[in-house]
């Protein structure tokens, strides 16, 4: 099974419902993820949900606990 990258994946889905894909952009480092950020009103808006977040540890520590010790998340 070839490789996916997460904004080929968002694409593929979203094309079945036939909505507009998120806007994904990020620094990827040696297939590590040094930051992510995807916009999703207009899908959330089309699909009528809710877009939530999920963050894979990394490290010693989380992204989404760095996120909201730097005040980017609350």
């Given amino acids: 099974m070839a490789e996916r990258t997460i904004l080929e994946?968002?694409?593929?889905?979203?094309s079945l419902h036939d909505v507009s894909s998120p806007i994904i952009s990020g620094q990827?480092?040696?297939g590590g993820i040094?930051?992510?950020?995807?916009?999703?009103?207009?899908?959330q808006h089309?699909?009528?949900?809710?877009?939530?977040?999920?963050?894979?540890?990394?490290g010693s520590c989380l992204v989404g606990d760095w996120l909201i010790e730097k005040g980017y998340m609350a």
């Fill in 34 to 43: 040094l930051w992510a950020a995807i916009q999703t009103d207009n899908l």
């Fill in 28 to 30: 990827f480092r040696d």
């Fill in 46 to 58: 089309e699909l009528s949900i809710k877009a939530e977040a999920n963050f894979i540890k990394t």
């Fill in 9 to 14: 994946l968002a694409q593929a889905i979203t």
